[in-house]
């Protein structure tokens, strides 16, 4: 599971990259562009944390690494609970007081703006859960926030699926599309956590 989830970060990494070279490098300002150049610092926030929780969470998925390091768990969970939050508020911001380009708003906007928040709000209350001791309900919390992080690459597929099947997107179809990734990644948390179960590993009950 791990690696299939790195191969799945490698889009928003990329993409994030991609955004760095253009701010470091000067490149030319477009339209699309342009609100990254006039507000450099939420992108860059966005970015850095983004690569971080999508990258690193993908080995929390790991039993064997949970199990015979605890303490890196632990220690590493805490990163990516400050990773996880900060992509999430970075999220928010841009989309509130960004200059959004015309076909971006509406539709996409909302779902920015609910996937964005629940996000967050999954990582506080897998934080909160955490902190009470209540280590199955901390990992499931966690799992349904990474999977809204990661949406980023599912979204690549679900707006090549939209363009192989209507030619011509519109912006109503891309943000259908946009949400059906965040959509799609839920669902497939939910399975983990309901259809296969989401249980406390005997090692870090020991270490709590």
């Keep these: 599971m791990p690696a299939g989830l790195l191969a799945l970060s490698l889009v928003p990494v990329a993409a994030s990259g991609f955004r760095v070279t253009e701010l470091a490098t000067g490149a030319d300002i477009t339209e699309a562009n342009a609100r ?48 996880g939050l900060a992509t999430a508020l970075s999220a928010l ?36 859960a955490i902190r009470r001791g209540n280590v199955a309900r901390h990992r499931a919390w966690m799992i349904r926030g990474y999977a809204l992080g990661l949406g980023a690459g599912t979204q690549v597929f ?17 943000a259908l599309a946009m949400g059906a990734a965040w959509v799609i990644n839920l669902a497939v948390a939910e399975w983990a956590i309901r259809g296969r179960g989401v249980r406390p590993a005997p090692a870090l009950k020991e270490a709590l």
């Excluded at 959004?100 to 964005?116: K, N, Q, S, Y």
Aim: hydrophobic residues 60%; aromatic residues 12%; glycine residues 4%.
């Design 93 to 128: 911001w841009m989309t509130l007081f960004s200059a959004i380009p015309e076909d971006d708003r509406g539709l996409l906007t909302v779902f920015r703006l609910l996937f964005a928040s629940a996000m967050a709000a999954a990582i506080v209350l897998a934080f909160l």
């Design 36 to 83: 990254f150049f006039d507000a450099p610092v939420p992108i860059l926030v966005h970015v850095v944390a983004a690569s971080v929780f999508c990258v690193a969470g993908a080995f929390q998925f790991s039993p064997a690494l949970r199990r015979k390091r605890p303490r890196w768990h632990r220690a590493s969970g805490r990163v990516l609970v400050l990773c």
């Design 158 to 174: 679900t707006a090549l699926a939209a363009v192989a099947f209507l030619g011509t997107v519109s912006p109503r179809a891309h």
